[in-house]
């Protein structure tokens, strides 16, 4: 199966969200050894995956930018930023001198 850029997103917070669901049963809820192993082992499996995933994520930006094109138009403004968040301010300020670029060029185009 091939994943899309979000699909990938959707389930990395999909297992952010069952593993903070995990760690509040373990914290709030009277619960046997067995299950406490059984939670513990299943949130390592699922870090473990989210790792996994998160740098699936990676390498599928730079290979698939003619197709994330569409995708991209399609994301919240908050599923924009997520990943911009994560780079260096190095990287987020070349990101906003080429986003400035673009947006002059399609000005003065419009402009003729």
Known sequence: MKLSYKDIQFIIEAIDNLIKV???????????EDEISDIGND???????????????????????ENLQPELLNLSAQDLMQPVLQLPISQRLVLVDAITESIRQELSLNQR
């Open 22 to 32: 995990y760690e509040e049963r373990l914290d709030s809820e009277n619960i046997d």
């Open 43 to 65: 949130s390592m499996f699922l870090q473990t995956l989210r790792v996994d995933l998160t740098n699936n994520l990676k390498q599928v930006l730079p290979h698939n930018q």
